[in-house]
């Protein structure tokens, strides 16, 4: 015997003996001539995991002769495949007539859209600012620092009691 | 001289395959360069010439055959777009191989297809029809019959890792040749021939399992 038992393909739970793998395909394909040929036959002989395989192979082949090959797609499809090519050809020509066109508006289009970006930004930016300022001012205004502008006196009587109120006509 | 005619002859046979090969090859050649310099007619001869086997390479991939029309379409678009980008270094038909199978990876990675799966378990006439078929002595003659054992070997397919499904589709049913196989999918010629066996080998598995395990059906739900 010329192989042992753990020779054997065993991670492909099948008994071919992983060496003569290739050989045996060969031989199924009717492929294998000269020494390989002899060599094969001598361990065919003796090596009943081999043969099985090989027999197990061929069963396969007649297997797989059962379905058939994919159909002719026939004469049209040719003239069907120049037609899409054409039409492609002529969508990236049209594509390309106005490429130029599409980047430039593209750009400008970008460079509006920065500038919006900016614009707004900034006009926000001030707001909040504006915003954020106002109950300071509103805190710091204090009456006894900015006091209320006095309305204009009507009469003599009323120049007297403010300057009674300002005090202005106490020694 | 009676030796030379002889030589001559025995040279003329040796060549004779090689020289139509490459009188076809060098043909290809003129085409695709017709093709390169925008002779749209040699690029429909190209088409002509690859559409089949394209098709056939493109739909052992794809399980869903209403795409395959589409997805090959746009394999030739493809490769018309960068067909001035080809330096003919390799054969015309192994890039345009090449092409179809990455362009078959892209959409099924673009449309993540699941594999379809068949829940259904193969009833006892269907197993004795195909145990028919494929013991020899039964050939499917009808064909409905033949329909039915296609439909039960595609069901047993979808089991198989995509790889392996793949690798059989082409080599067994779309007739690529395992230089072929090697060529579209980057790996060795050895490489490809022990996959291939194993992958059978698995396809043997898959048909042992479904074919000759009584279906896993609940015995008491049949009894009652």
């Known amino acids: 015997m010329s192989m042992n038992s753990e020779n054997r393909n065993a991670e492909n739970n099948y008994a071919a003996c992983p060496q003569h793998e290739a050989a045996l395909e060969d031989q199924l394909q009717g492929t294998l001539r000269g020494p390989e040929a002899v060599m094969l036959a001598e361990h065919l002989a003796t090596c009943a995991g081999c043969r099985t395989a090989l027999e197990d192979a061929a069963v396969s082949a007649r297997l797989l002769a059962i379905a058939e090959p994919s159909p002719d797609p026939g004469a049209g499809f040719s003239r069907m495949v120049m037609a899409r090519i054409r039409q492609e050809l002529l969508t990236t020509e049209s594509r390309s007539i106005w490429r130029p066109v599409v980047s430039v508006a593209w750009r400008f289009a970008a460079s509006a859209a920065f500038a919006l970006v900016l614009l707004v930004s900034f006009d926000l930016g001030r707001h909040s600012q504006s915003v954020s300022n106002q109950p300071v001012i509103a805190e710091n205004r204090m009456p006894e620092i900015v006091p209320d502008l006095p309305a204009l006196p009507a009469n003599r009587d009323d120049v007297l009691l403010m300057m009674a109120d300002t005090s202005h006509g106490k020694q | ?224």
């Open chain 2, 1 to 224: 001289m009676p030796n030379v005619p002889k030589n001559m002859a025995a040279t003329a046979a040796a060549l004779s395959l090689p020289v139509s090969r490459r009188e076809k090859g060098e043909e290809e050649r003129q085409l695709v360069r017709l093709a390169q310099s925008g002779e749209e007619a040699a690029f429909e001869e190209l088409i002509r010439r690859h559409q089949q086997r394209v098709f056939g390479l493109v739909s052992g991939i794809l399980r869903r055959r209403e795409d395959v029309e589409d997805v090959v379409q746009q394999v030739f678009l493809k490769v018309f777009v960068s067909l001035k980008r080809f330096d003919q270094r390799a054969a015309f038909s192994t890039w345009l191989y090449k092409i179809s199978v990455n362009e078959c990876w892209d959409y099924l990675r673009k449309k993540k297809v699941r594999p379809l799966v068949y829940e259904a378990d193969l009833s006892e006439e269907q197993v004795s029809r195909l145990d028919g078929v494929v013991s020899a002595d039964q050939p499917a003659t009808s064909s409905s019959d033949r329909a039915e054992a296609r439909d039960l070997l595609e069901r047993m397919m979808e089991k198989l890792p995509e790889q392996d499904r793949e690798l059989l589709v082409l080599k067994e049913v779309e007739g690529f040749s395992v230089q072929e196989l090697a060529e579209i999918l980057d790996l060795n010629v050895n490489t490809v021939k022990v996959r291939l066996f194993r992958a059978r080998a698995r396809l043997m598995d898959v048909y042992r399992r479904r074919l000759h395990s009584k279906p896993e059906q609940p015995a008491e739900g049949k009894e009652g």
